[in-house]
């Protein structure tokens, strides 16, 4: 960020009509070799007496958690009435509403456009390009490091712990990879375009997850033979109980334009009733992405006139945040698919039939893989149902698992409808 600041000093005073300088630098350690020239800047051991300062028009969290001094240092500043720049998503997912209202009492911006998809411009696209537009879902791929692992899983053949190993390796996984790839950070992500969407009270902990750690060579080829690519969607969706919130390894269409979407790049869908279907794609991480938003956020400011009133931070004013209304996911409407490894016995197959259409579950199709020849041989049985309920699927399955025929784990996967 400072880079770009100061490398493209220039062009972003002709573009915001202003100088933006770097005025003042906290981090833990001062003198760390970052490689960066701060100039005049002054420094400050602690970011909140940073926040506070007079000297700062501006400030800048990129320190990450969603407490301690993240946390103290965001309120501290809006409550200075400074306008704020953060790509916290783990903030905002639990403290977004409240430091929002701090916001738009004090007349200041707060900006967060890194914090969700990197480089992509979804909040200015959903807070400022969509008056008008009802959205009725929002989803897309938001995590890099799972997107990575998929794409060379089914490019490769290869298995999710050695793509995972090859991520850590290239630095797109952490070492302790749990955030990312059960899906917590795709669920942090999510309910903020949820509030978004909807102009409801962020809820992250009502958010449906699960992760890919699951996922085997077994589904990727499945889901290939069957037109479909699998990938990690965080999904947003209107439905007439209430808004679904839900992380999950997903089957899209191959030809659909998100499963087009490879490696660690980043993707976000917003359907809406005025504009339909509407897909931005771009870097989700890393410094040059990062950089990109962060300043973008500055330089809006920076344009913003003093007594000019700024639009609310979540696109309605904090106070008028609807509460969230979760629909249980037990009553998720959708396709799935089921892949089942049984015994390779007489009535098997007839046994799993029976218990879809007990649930009332019509399926689109049924497939059984080749048994072996010895007398323990198992088989493959895959199932493409049409649109059912989770409850249908959960009471299927469970009902095919205390029939005693399934020799592993049943693997279900929602399939996503995409354009
Ligand atoms: N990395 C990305 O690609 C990316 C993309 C989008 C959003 N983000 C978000 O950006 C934030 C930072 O992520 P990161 O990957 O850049 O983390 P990072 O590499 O760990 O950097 C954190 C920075 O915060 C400083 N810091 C930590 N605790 C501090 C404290 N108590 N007081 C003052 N400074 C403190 C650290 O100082 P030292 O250098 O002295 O340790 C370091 O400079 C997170 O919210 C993350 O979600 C990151």
């Not at 320190?63 to 953060?86: N, P, Q, S």
């Not at 991480?285 to 990109?292: H, K, L």
């Not at 497939?367 to 009471?395: P, S, W």
């Given at each position: 960020?400072?880079?770009?600041?100061?490398?493209?000093?220039?062009?972003?005073?002709?573009?915001?009509?202003?100088?933006?300088?770097?005025?003042?630098?906290?981090?833990?350690?001062?003198?760390?070799?970052?490689?960066?020239?701060?100039?005049?800047?002054?420094w400050f051991d602690d970011p909140v007496e940073m926040a506070k300062s007079a000297d700062i028009d501006v400030f800048v969290e990129l320190?990450?958690?969603?407490?301690?001094?993240?946390?103290?240092?965001?309120?501290?500043?809006?409550?200075?009435?400074?306008?704020?720049?953060?790509a916290n998503k783990a903030l905002l997912a639990k403290h977004g509403v409240s430091l929002a209202e701090i916001a738009e009492k004090k007349?200041?911006?707060?900006?967060?456009?890194?914090?969700?998809?990197?480089?992509?411009?979804?909040?200015?696209?959903?807070?400022?390009?969509?008056?008008?537009?009802?959205?009725?879902?929002?989803?897309?791929?938001?995590?890099?490091?799972?997107?990575?692992?998929?794409?060379?899983?089914?490019?490769?053949?290869?298995?999710?712990?050695?793509?995972?190993?090859?991520?850590?390796?290239?630095?797109?996984?952490?070492?302790?990879?749990?955030?990312?790839?059960?899906?917590?950070?795709?669920?942090?992500?999510?309910?903020?375009?949820?509030?978004?969407?909807?102009?409801?009270?962020?809820?992250?902990?009502?958010?449906?997850?699960?992760?890919?750690?699951?996922?085997?060579?077994?589904?990727?080829?499945?889901?290939?033979?069957?037109?479909?690519?699998?990938?990690?969607?965080?999904?947003?969706?209107?439905?007439?109980?209430?808004?679904?919130?839900?992380?999950?390894?997903?089957?899209?269409?191959?030809?659909?334009?998100?499963?087009?979407?490879?490696?660690?790049?980043?993707?976000?869908?917003?359907?809406?009733?005025?504009?339909?279907?509407?897909?931005?794609?771009?870097?989700?991480?890393?410094?040059?992405?990062?950089?990109?938003?962060?300043?973008?956020?500055?330089?809006?400011?920076?344009k913003s006139r003093p007594g000019f009133q700024h639009g609310p931070v979540f696109g309605r004013p904090a106070r008028e945040l609807r509460?969230?209304?979760?629909?249980?996911?037990?009553?998720?409407?959708?396709?799935?698919?089921?892949?089942?490894?049984?015994?390779?016995?007489?009535?098997?197959?007839?046994?799993?039939?029976?218990?879809?259409?007990?649930?009332?579950?019509?399926?689109?199709?049924?497939?059984?893989?080749?048994?072996?020849?010895?007398?323990?041989?198992?088989?493959?049985?895959?199932?493409?149902?049409?649109?059912?309920?989770?409850?249908?699927?959960?009471?299927?399955?469970?009902?095919?698992?205390?029939?005693?025929?399934?020799?592993?784990?049943?693997?279900?996967?929602?399939?996503?409808?995409?354009?």
């Open positions: 960020m400072v880079r770009v600041i100061t490398g493209k000093a220039a062009e972003l005073t002709r573009q915001c009509g202003r100088e933006l300088a770097v005025a003042a630098v906290s981090a833990r350690d001062r003198n760390k070799d970052r490689g960066i020239d701060f100039g005049n800047a002054n320190i990450g958690g969603d407490e301690g001094a993240a946390h103290a240092c965001v309120k501290a500043a809006l409550e200075a009435g400074r306008h704020v720049v953060t007349g200041v911006l707060l900006n967060y456009e890194a914090a969700v998809a990197g480089g992509i411009p979804v909040i200015k696209t959903m807070r400022e390009a969509m008056a008008g537009n009802s959205v009725t879902r929002v989803f897309g791929i938001l995590n890099g490091t799972c997107n990575y692992i998929l794409t060379r899983m089914e490019a490769e053949g290869l298995s999710f712990d050695a793509c995972l190993e090859d991520a850590q390796r290239l630095g797109y996984a952490e070492a302790d990879p749990t955030f990312d790839i059960e899906g917590h950070d795709t669920a942090h992500k999510l309910s903020i375009l949820t509030s978004l969407a909807f102009g409801t009270k962020i809820a992250a902990d009502d958010i449906y997850m699960e992760g890919i750690s699951n996922i085997s060579q077994a589904d990727i080829r499945a889901a290939g033979e069957l037109g479909y690519r699998i990938k990690l969607l965080g999904v947003a969706q209107k439905t007439e109980s209430g808004i679904e919130q839900r992380v999950h390894p997903t089957m899209v269409p191959t030809a659909s334009v998100i499963a087009q979407v490879h490696g660690v790049t980043n993707a976000v869908a917003i359907e809406t009733d005025i504009l339909g279907e509407l897909l931005l794609s771009g870097p989700g991480a890393g410094g040059n992405a990062t950089a990109s938003a962060v300043v973008g956020d500055i330089a809006d400011i920076a509460p969230y209304k979760k629909a249980r996911m037990r009553s998720h409407e959708g396709g799935y698919f089921i892949r089942l490894t049984v015994h390779d016995r007489v009535g098997v197959f007839a046994a799993v039939a029976k218990r879809m259409a007990d649930n009332e579950i019509s399926l689109e199709s049924i497939v059984q893989h080749a048994a072996g020849q010895e007398a323990d041989a198992q088989k493959t049985v895959i199932l493409v149902t049409h649109e059912t309920t989770e409850a249908a699927v959960r009471k299927a399955v469970e009902g095919i698992t205390k029939d005693g025929h399934l020799t592993d784990k049943p693997q279900v996967i929602r399939i996503e409808r995409a354009g």
